[in-house]
């Protein structure tokens, strides 16, 4: 069986017992056609099911190094290292050849994206305007405590819907949240924050210590996705972009922060990043925005 015979049994295999998409099965297709086609270069002969059981890891590390060569970006190369471990994976249960050219073969290291901030303009309007889209002034004032909160505090949404009543933040004391891994920080109030929040729990009335903080229309914990969608119902009136989520505001709390001299390691604490290297991602997005601020601002920049 040649290697291109091999390739249209994985893949019709792929297709009939594993219903693979019509885009899977495409980009499956050309990854491994740049493998064959690969491997007919570097062994001067075209690959059949002999040489594939005679594969090792040093000719898969060729053959990301080549496609690396040509651009192919570590996205791409780990996607077609995924490609080639499920054919050869394929190959060795149905046509017995060894799986060792895979044994602890690592693909390329991938970057997390850049986390996309707001503009402080738009961050500020979801914060102060999002509760325009409740009907009733109850969960209008919630929902605008709850976002001032999230871009005031740089909290994510599951930190602030753990909050109960007692843990109400008021201007001029830090918050104590509990982060994850059970991990606690405390966070500055700004009078913002304290005021939304203050403005919110009086609309509420009598509610004891231990309620939560946040609440749904029936009175109980307010559930994240109830959040998010009162979000995105704001933002496409509002025209914003789709990025504008619960978490961006937190993203965009850091990136300010940043953009206003606040030192790498105080963002750190306030956030609650178990590593810098982690905030540290907020360098590259502050970075993109001083150059579109310079590509706007500077005379010869046109």
């Known amino acids: 069986m040649t290697g291109f015979e091999a390739r249209a049994a994985f893949l019709a295999w792929m297709e009939k017992e594993r219903r693979a998409s019509p885009h899977t099965l495409a980009a499956y297709g050309a990854d491994l056609t ?34 690396a060569f040509v651009g192919a970006g570590n996205a791409t190369r780990a996607r077609q290292l ?6 050869l994976r394929f190959l060795s249960r149905h046509h017995g050849i060894r799986p060792d050219a ?23 309007d979801v914060a102060a ?12 004032l919630r929902d605008t405590a709850l976002f001032t909160l999230l871009y005031g505090c740089g909290l994510r949404i599951s930190e602030a819907l753990a909050l109960n009543v007692r843990d109400a933040p008021t201007a001029g004391t830090g918050l104590r949240v509990l982060g994850k891994g059970g991990k606690q920080r405390v966070v ?31 009175g109980d914990r307010l559930n994240a996705a109830v959040a998010q969608r009162a979000l995105q119902t704001y933002r496409r009136l509002a025209g914003l972009p789709e990025h504008a989520t619960p978490h961006a505001l937190r993203h965009s709390f850091a990136t300010h922060l940043l953009g206003a001299g606040a030192d790498l ?21 502050d970075a993109v925005g001083l150059l579109a601020t310079w590509q706007k601002a500077h005379p010869r920049s046109g």
């Open 129 to 140: 305007h999002t509760g325009d889209v409740e009907n009733t002034v109850g969960l209008a």
């Open 82 to 87: 995924s490609a080639v471990r499920a054919f």
């Open 102 to 124: 895979i044994a602890g073969l690592r693909g390329p290291r991938l970057k997390p994206p850049a986390p996309r901030a707001l503009r402080e303009a738009e961050a500020r």
């Open 34 to 67: 740049d493998l064959l086609q690969f491997l007919a270069r570097h062994h001067g002969a075209e690959a059949d099911l002999a040489s594939l059981n005679e594969l090792r890891p040093a000719d898969l590390r060729a053959f990301l190094a080549a496609r």
């Open 188 to 218: 500055p109030v700004l009078p913002a924050v304290a005021e939304a929040i203050a403005a919110y729990l009086s609309s509420r009335g009598g509610a004891t210590p231990d309620a939560p903080l946040f609440v749904g229309a029936r």
């Open 265 to 285: 390691r105080a963002i750190q604490e306030l956030l609650g990043h178990a590593s810098l290297s982690t905030t540290q991602r907020y360098t590259s997005v």
